[in-house]
């Protein structure tokens, strides 16, 4: 699947990021909720202590694909990009400590690259290797992942784009209907997020707020 840059920033507005570990109730209907609600693009992220492995990762990865695929809405596999190639999906998302991005575009091909980056040294190093997409954060403190660099605000895309870079930007981290729109101020083609949609009552609600705070910046 090759994607252009503008139908790239399309799909960025709102991303829906999940693994099992992210939910209280059963995460095939967290996600079909969410897409009822209008997500745009969705990364399987099955990581940490209570992720699945093994058979029961790639079982629930084709399940949520096939999901993906019914509604149209490209799949991106975080980290692992054997699981990526296994059931062909539409693309990958890695990170600075994760293999090496050229090795990763070899392997992928024309599926979608996303890369996490920091600063414009590493957007820099990203654009060249390959990236449709950059990720940035966390924008806001998160609980969810640990290991995070520090909270950037919305300073660093800002400054990106003032700089000129027009690379397709994700904001990440902390990110809610309320914060939404302030991320698309500051430059970025759209908002991921975890547990504003994977732990709310109403996944679909919370899709239809985030997509509603994008559109109406982009209006
Ligand atoms: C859209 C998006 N942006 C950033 C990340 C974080 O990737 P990474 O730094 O590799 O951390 P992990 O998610 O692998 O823990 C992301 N997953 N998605
Ligand atoms: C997976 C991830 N990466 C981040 C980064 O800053 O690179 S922050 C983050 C967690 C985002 O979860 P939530 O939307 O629940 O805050
Ligand atoms: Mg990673």
Redesign the pocket.
Request: proline content about 3%; cysteine-free.
């Given at each position: 699947m090759k994607v252009s840059t503008e139908e790239m920033r399309s799909l960025l507005k709102t991303y829906f990021?999940m693994g099992s570990q992210?939910c209280d109730e059963d995460p095939r209907e967290v996600l079909k909720d969410a897409i009822h609600g209008g997500i745009t693009l969705f990364q399987f992220?099955e990581k940490g202590d209570q992720a699945l492995v093994g058979e029961e990762k790639i079982r629930l990865a084709k399940e949520l694909l096939e999901i993906c695929k019914h509604y149209q809405v490209p799949f991106i596999v975080?980290d692992d990009i054997d699981l990526a190639l296994k059931i062909n999906a539409d693309g990958v998302h890695i990170?600075q400590d994760d293999e090496p991005a050229e090795q990763v575009r070899k392997k992928i091909g024309d599926k979608i690259l996303g890369i996490?980056a920091?600063n414009q040294e590493e957007v820099e190093a990203a654009i060249n290797q390959g990236a449709d997409y950059i990720?940035?954060?966390?924008?806001?403190p998160?609980?969810?992942?640990k290991d995070?660099?520090a909270v950037q605000g919305t300073i660093l895309v800002q400054e990106l784009r003032k700089q000129g870079i027009s690379i397709p930007i994700v904001g990440?981290?902390?990110?809610t209907p309320e914060n939404a729109a302030s991320v698309v101020k500051g430059g970025a083609d759209g908002v991921?997020?975890?547990?504003?949609i994977?732990k709310a009552k109403s996944p679909k609600e919370q899709a239809r707020l985030l997509k509603a705070a994008v559109d109406s910046v982009m209006q």
């Open positions: 990021i992210n992220r975080n990170g996490s920091h990720g940035t954060g966390p924008v806001f998160t609980e969810t992942k995070t660099e990440i981290g902390g990110i991921s997020v975890i547990t504003a994977s």
